[in-house]
């Protein structure tokens, strides 16, 4: 197994965050076109955009949250040459969890359920940050 495949769950999660952004410009383009924009305030006020964009552009924003430590651990086991299977299981387990947490986040925004999935990508994390420590401190 190649080192280099801890990396496409990377990818996948980059992938993920461009797709938001895509949604994202089709619901503001909708939203104008609709007439549901206060077009005074749309630059610098959320309120300005309904619920449908507002709930898209919060998780963009969370996208660069907890993904951040994500990023940055991937790259760690990466460098380590600690990429097993269990590793790069791991990894893809966050970037489902990504996956859920945005379906939710910006389909009903159901608070339980998203924290629940957010908890359990923390907790992938977590793990992942302990493998790297683990990697670090055997060598």
């Given at each position: 197994?190649?080192?280099?495949?801890?990396?496409?769950?990377?990818?996948?999660?980059?992938?993920?965050?461009?797709?938001?952004?895509?949604?994202?410009?089709?619901?503001?383009?909708?939203?104008?076109?609709?007439?549901?924009?206060?077009?005074?305030?749309?630059?610098?006020?959320?309120?300005?955009?309904?619920?449908?964009?507002?709930?898209?552009?919060?998780?963009?924003?969370?996208?660069?949250?907890?993904?951040?430590?994500?990023?940055?651990?991937?790259?760690?086991?990466?460098?380590?040459?600690?990429?097993?299977?269990?590793?790069?299981?791991?990894?893809?387990?966050?970037?489902?969890?990504?996956?859920?947490?945005?379906?939710?986040?910006?389909?009903?925004?159901?608070?339980?359920?998203?924290?629940k999935v957010f908890m359990f990508g923390c907790a992938v994390v977590?793990?992942?940050?302990?493998?790297?420590?683990?990697a670090v401190l055997a060598s």
């Amino acid at each position: 197994m190649s080192n280099n495949m801890i990396l496409l769950p990377a990818l996948a999660q980059v992938l993920l965050t461009m797709v938001l952004y895509g949604a994202l410009a089709v619901a503001k383009a909708k939203a104008t076109k609709s007439g549901l924009v206060d077009a005074d305030r749309r630059a610098l006020h959320d309120d300005a955009w309904p619920v449908s964009v507002t709930k898209i552009n919060n998780n963009i924003r969370n996208q660069f949250e907890l993904p951040v430590l994500f990023y940055v651990l991937t790259i760690v086991l990466w460098q380590l040459k600690e990429t097993g299977m269990f590793a790069q299981s791991l990894a893809w387990l966050f970037v489902a969890s990504r996956c859920v947490h945005a379906s939710i986040h910006t389909g009903s925004n159901y608070v339980p359920a998203r924290r629940k999935v957010f908890m359990f990508g923390c907790a992938v994390v977590l793990v992942m940050a302990g493998v790297a420590a683990w990697a670090v401190l055997a060598s």
